[in-house]
């Protein structure tokens, strides 16, 4: 992947608290940055366009895996795997962009490689779903989420059943305010709960498909976005 040089500073992925952020897909349709992508990335203008290129390559990808998945769904599934989408670029913009408000010369270049690898990773999950035929529009048994799950860095999800949903107890940051009870409910697209005002989806996961070195290799895990997930334990 041409996206290998660690120098120099993209900056067309530079953005400001006061304009909001870049998004991914801003950055890979910029006219600037077209194709053909050039022979070398060393120049800053070599880089921005190197980078664009592999954004699109590996999206085009992820969106030819998420058509395939769709169409084996019926309907409710077809409308769970939309909300999921949605939540996935959400976070995709999100997550990536966080990891450029340290400021530095390397912090757009950051940014750039981390849409590059998690839209990469999003493929990989799409491909790996196995088919659901006739039945994909059912969802997971409970057995699939109940228990106790580990992220990195003290992080958490235990998982009970509350009636006829769940009670989930979730540990996903190191603050104080980034711990809570939440209710959730059972979706084609996996368990569903609202955390702080925004749904999220956690849903069936191999640790190498989430950005934390603690999870990698493991094979029973959840996913709520590309950074946040966590193992059976």
């Given at each position: 992947?041409?996206?290998?040089?660690?120098?120099?500073?993209?900056?067309a992925v530079a953005f400001t608290t006061q304009a909001g952020a870049q998004t991914a897909g801003a950055f890979?349709?910029?006219?600037?940055?077209?194709?053909?992508?050039?022979?070398?990335?060393?120049?800053?203008?070599?880089?921005?366009?190197?980078?664009?290129?592999?954004?699109?390559?590996?999206?085009?990808?992820?969106?030819?895996?998420?058509?395939?998945?769709?169409?084996?769904?019926?309907?409710?599934?077809?409308?769970?795997?939309?909300?999921?989408?949605?939540?996935?670029?959400?976070?995709?913009?999100?997550?990536?962009?966080?990891?450029?408000?340290?400021?530095?010369?390397?912090?757009?270049?950051?940014?750039?490689?981390?849409?590059?690898?998690?839209?990469?990773?999003?493929?990989?999950?799409?491909?790996?779903?196995?088919?659901?035929?006739?039945?994909?529009?059912?969802?997971?048994?409970?057995?699939?989420?109940?228990?106790?799950?580990?992220?990195?860095?003290?992080?958490?999800?235990?998982?009970?059943?509350?009636?006829?949903?769940?009670?989930?107890?979730?540990?996903?940051?190191?603050?104080?305010?980034?711990?809570?009870?939440?209710?959730?409910?059972?979706?084609?697209?996996?368990?569903?709960?609202?955390?702080?005002?925004?749904?999220?989806?956690?849903?069936?996961?191999?640790?190498?498909?989430?950005?934390?070195?603690?999870?990698?290799?493991?094979?029973?895990?959840?996913?709520?976005?590309?950074?946040?997930?966590?193992?059976?334990?």
């Open positions: 992947m041409r996206l290998s040089v660690t120098t120099g500073l993209i900056a890979m349709n910029d006219p600037a940055f077209q194709d053909p992508p050039p022979a070398r990335c060393v120049s800053t203008l070599e880089m921005q366009r190197c980078a664009a290129h592999d954004l699109r390559v590996a999206d085009a990808r992820m969106s030819a895996q998420y058509a395939a998945v769709r169409e084996r769904l019926r309907p409710a599934a077809q409308r769970a795997l939309l909300s999921e989408q949605r939540v996935w670029l959400r976070s995709r913009d999100r997550d990536c962009v966080a990891k450029g408000q340290s400021g530095g010369s390397m912090a757009s270049l950051n940014v750039a490689r981390c849409w590059v690898n998690v839209t990469n990773k999003r493929a990989a999950a799409l491909t790996a779903r196995p088919p659901q035929g006739s039945n994909a529009s059912a969802v997971l048994p409970a057995s699939a989420f109940v228990g106790r799950w580990r992220g990195g860095e003290g992080t958490f999800m235990k998982i009970t059943r509350r009636g006829s949903g769940f009670a989930i107890d979730n540990q996903w940051g190191l603050d104080p305010d980034m711990h809570g009870i939440y209710s959730g409910s059972l979706t084609p697209g996996g368990l569903s709960f609202r955390r702080n005002g925004t749904m999220q989806i956690a849903r069936p996961s191999a640790g190498d498909a989430i950005n934390l070195s603690a999870l990698r290799g493991k094979r029973d895990c959840l996913m709520v976005s590309v950074d946040e997930g966590y193992c059976r334990y």
